[in-house]
Each structure stands twice: as C-alpha cells, then as structure tokens.
C-alpha cells in the first residue's frame, strides 16, 4: 500500500473534537497535521444526524467553542443545519480545508519501533505520523438490534443518523424504535406530517423540560453587547449546568430533578393509564435526560400510538412487539442509539502487538481519558476516550487538544522522540474513576444504558465536573509518563517519521 503522507501529527475525525486540536496546532505554530475522516465534510455529529427536528440539547450559547464564540444563535437550542454550518465555518475560518483528507477511513493503527511512528491504515491508503489524535467520536456507531425479519422489510427503514436526505415521513405510516433523545426528537416532528407514528418503547425515560424558543437581535444585543457581559453570562450558565450535572451523575441530589420531571410529566399528560406508561422505574440520570418540550404533546396527539414494549419482528409490510401487537407501516425508524466510543480501539495495536481493546477486555481506560498504555505518542480527543464525555461533547476537546500540546512541548524541549503512559497510572487513574462514578446513577440507578462497559461501570463520562477536567489537562505531568525510545540529539517535534 502506498504512504500518502508523512505527518508530524495525524488527526482521525472531523467533527468538533477533530477541528479544536487542529485549531490549537495551528495557533502554536505547528501546521504540519492532516485531518482524516470517513465524512466528506467537517461537522461530525452535526454531519451525520440529519433526521428533522435535529437538535442540541446544550444550549448554545454554551454548546459552541471557546476559540469561535458566535453571537448570533438562531434559538437557545440551535437546530442541526445551523450546527453543522457553525463547524463548517469554524473550519473554513481556521483554514482546515486544505489539511482535511475526506471519505478516508481508518482501519489500522500499528506503532513502527524503529521509526517511531505511528502507521495508519485507510482505505485510501497508508498515513505515517508521529503523534496519531483519535477523534472518532462518542456517539458515532449506531447500533441497529437484529430484529428478526428486519431484512425482509419492503418499506424504507433506516438508523436515525442515516435519514435519507429530503424525506419528511409525510402521509407515511411511521414506526419508530428508542424512545432515546433521537427517538423523542424523531416522533415530535414526523408526527406533524406523518399519517401514523407508532412508538416502541421498551424503557422510558425521564423528560425535563427544554424552554427553548427563538433569539432575535434584541436577544443577541443583550448577550453579547461586550464581551465581559457576554462572558461573565456565559460563565453563569456554564456554572449552572455544571451544578445540575453533577448533582445528577456523581448522585449528589438526583431526587430534585426527578421529582422535577415527575411534575412535567403531570402537567402533560393528564390520562393515567398513558402516563403510568411514561414514567420511568430506574433512577434520574441512570438514562441521558431527554429534554422536550413537546414530545409529551406529540404523543398524545391522535396519530400517535405508543406500544410499550420492544419491537420483536418485522415483516414485509409490517411490525410486531413483544407480545405479538402488529402495525402496518410504510417505514421503520431504528432510534436504536449508538455503540459509545465505537470500535476504533479494537483496530489500534499496542507496541506489543495485541489490539487495545483486546488488552482492555470490555473495561475501556485511558490515563485522564486520553493517554492510552502501551501506545506512544497517541491521544484520545473526546472520541473512544472512555470517562471522556458529560454533557458537552466538544468541550473535551479543547481541554485534550490543550493537554496534547503541552505534551508535544515537553518532548520537543527534552529531545524525546515517543512518551506512553505507564499501565499502572491508567490503572490508578481509572479505578479512581470507578469509584466516583460507580456511586452514580449511570451504574446503580437500575436500568441500562450505553455508558456502562461490559463490567458494569461507567465507560462515557468524565469523572467530576468539566471544570475539573480542563484542570486535569491543564499542565502535562510527565511522571505518569516513560520515554519508550532514547532521546535523540536533535530536538524539535519531527523527530519520527514524518521527518523521512
Ligand atoms: P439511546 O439513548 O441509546 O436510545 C436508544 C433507544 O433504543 C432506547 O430507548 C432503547 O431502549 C431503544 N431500543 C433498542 N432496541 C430496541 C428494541 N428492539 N425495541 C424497542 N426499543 C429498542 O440512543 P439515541 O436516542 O440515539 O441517543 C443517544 C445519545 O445521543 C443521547 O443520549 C445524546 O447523548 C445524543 N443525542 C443528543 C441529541 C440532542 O438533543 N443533542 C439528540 C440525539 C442524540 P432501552 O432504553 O430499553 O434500551
């Protein structure tokens, strides 16, 4: 296979947690990086999902990035095309079209000893790069359950992040299965235009309110008339978030919130029998909160009707629960959800030879969620990282692509070609981790979710508030560290393959 480049550093992944490392590259004066992703386009998230009523659940006045604040957002929470075009942007303004390589996909990582590399496999060919930054996303390999039948299906049926493009479900017979955040925001929109939705639902889970509504110029002039003002708002809501998350997933207080939705959900929906439906048995928090402010109103309309059991089997025309309720539909919504941090660990081979993800045997670690043991000069930026994400996905980052540099320098500064991280800190470092979230929701609320690793503990989120992660990542702390190579005479960043 032919080398199509060699890098200093090689960034897998376009979304937010791929542009912010190349952003701080560029700011520090490296710009010898390439981008590769499988998406023809920057965005990630906001690339993939485009399913009508596609929207944050962050507001965005929070849900953007530190280095490309807009002060124009649309609506407290902004819609996917809005999104999408606010990264594209981010990119477009920080020149990273041209470092881009798209539709190339990884399907290796080996690290090269002798020329301290790393060498990544694509489809389009081989990448040779000294520092190898996986950003391949949380929430990016969607899971669709072998539902018997599912091949025989004659109708359209799809995954929610891979809508066809223009279809609106209008007049349509819909099912659609998850009762996850696609799955609310799916139902609330296609029940405007669809003829029947029919939902699946095998768990319920707890809503909050979203009170989101539009901004206009008035808004925008009174959030960010000067930047102190807008900064000091934004530190406040930040603040405020921050609070309820930790309330909820270190299991500080997450009664309140529950007793919260319990009282939404009242408001909503005055019959008993569909509300004894929608009300949750595990913990608040054991799900990702939804947060709606009209799903409760969409599925009392008369073309909706919730089956609250799993969809079991399909048909050429047709779809079945559990216990055997059949639906006619013209279209099958897997809001199925997604395999947290993806696979890509499986595909990266330690220095030993054996696959990370063999090595980690179901329970995903990496040193403060980005340095992996036995692999030199390689960081997770808010992708596989397990313990990575909270509640603002691109937030993580920032923070690694910060913790990233520091590492480059320090190497650079001391002449050493490769650092890995030592087992026993990763390990230290997760238990630790373990033993703040095990006392969680996430791990003890009573339900599952896509957080929890095959042992049982949580494999998604950062162990504390995300303040305390930018901390964490705020300075490199090289004892946690061992060079796997002797240092070379010549210092500076090219000093593996990329300089051949
Ligand atoms: P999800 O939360 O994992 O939900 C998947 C749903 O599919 C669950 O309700 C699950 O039921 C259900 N399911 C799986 N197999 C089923 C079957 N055979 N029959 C019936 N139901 C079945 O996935 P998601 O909704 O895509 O959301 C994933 C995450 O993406 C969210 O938590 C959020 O972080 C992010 N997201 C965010 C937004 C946003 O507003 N910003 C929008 C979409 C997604 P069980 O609960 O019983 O397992």
């Known amino acids: 296979m032919d080398v199509i480049a060699h890098t200093t550093a090689l960034i897998v992944g376009s979304g937010g947690n791929g542009i912010s490392p ?18 023809s386009d920057f965005g990630g998230t906001w690339f993939q999902n485009t399913y009508p009523g596609c929207e944050v659940d962050v ?16 609506a407290v929470y902004a819609k996917q095309p809005e999104l999408l075009s606010y990264l594209r942007k981010v ?68 995954h929610s992040s891979r809508w066809p493009g223009g279809y609106t479900g209008a007049g349509d017979r819909i099912a ?46 009174s959030v960010y008339r000067t930047a102190s003002a807008a900064a000091r708002r934004g530190g406040e809501a930040f603040a405020r978030r921050e609070s309820a998350w930790s309330d909820v ?38 799900k990702r909160t939804l947060y709606s402010d009209d799903y409760y109103a969409a599925v009392q309309r008369p073309n909706v009707r919730i089956i609250p059991e799993a969809a079991a089997e399909i048909g050429s025309t047709t779809i079945k629960s559990a216990s055997g309720q059949e639906v006619d539909v013209d279209t099958i919504v897997f809001a199925t959800g997604f395999y947290f941090g993806g696979h890509v660990l499986s595909h990266v081979r330690r220095r030993d030879g054996r696959s990370v993800a063999e090595v980690q045997a179901g329970h995903p670690r990496a040193y403060k969620s980005v340095s992996v043991a036995g692999c030199p000069n390689l960081f997770l930026i808010g992708g596989p990282a397990p313990n990575g994400q909270i509640w603002h996905g691109m937030f993580a980052g920032e923070a690694t692509a910060a913790y990233v540099l520091a590492a480059m320098e ?20 997760k238990r630790r981790a ?10 003890v609320g009573g339900c599952a979710n896509y957080s929890q690793d095959e042992l049982g503990h949580n494999k998604a989120a950062w162990p504390g ?36």
């Open 22 to 39: 190349a952003v701080y590259f560029k700011r520090a004066g490296i710009t010898d990086f390439l981008i590769i992703s499988k998406h």
């Open 59 to 74: 507001p965005s006045e929070l849900y953007q990035l530190s280095y490309a604040v807009s002060g124009k957002w649309s």
């Open 91 to 158: 990119a477009a303004d920080n020149d990273l079209y041209r470092h881009a390589h798209f539709e190339t996909e990884m399907t290796g990582a080996d690290w090269i000893a002798e020329e301290n590399c790393w060498e990544v496999r694509t489809t389009r060919g081989l990448y040779h790069a000294d520092f190898l930054l996986l950003a391949t996303g949380y929430l990016e390999e969607a899971v669709i359950p072998p539902v018997p039948g599912r091949d025989s299906f004659e109708g359209r049926l799809f």
């Open 176 to 221: 659609v299965i998850g009762t996850g955040s696609s799955g609310m925001q799916i139902v609330s929109e296609m029940q405007k235009s669809a003829s029947a939705v029919t939902v699946f639902q095998r768990t319920p889970t707890w809503v909050l309110p979203k009170q989101n509504r539009k901004l206009g110029p008035d808004d925008h002039e």
């Open 249 to 286: 997933l270190l299991g500080r207080d997450p009664r309140t919130y529950e007793d919260r939705a319990l009282k939404f959900l009242e408001e909503q929906v005055s019959d008993r029998e569909l509300r004894a439906i929608l009300t949750p048995e595990h913990s608040f928090g054991c």
């Open 410 to 429: 320090f190497m650079a500064k001391n002449g050493l070609p490769a650092l890995e991280v030592d087992e026993l800190a990763e390990d230290d470092w």
């Open 434 to 443: 373990d033993e703040i979230l095990d006392r969680g929701p996430t791990v």
């Open 465 to 500: 508030p995300l303040r305390d992660m930018a901390e964490a990542l705020g300075t490199f702390d090289p004892s946690a560290y061992r060079v796997v190579d002797r240092p070379r005479a010549s210092s500076g960043l090219s000093s593996g393959c990329a300089a051949r």
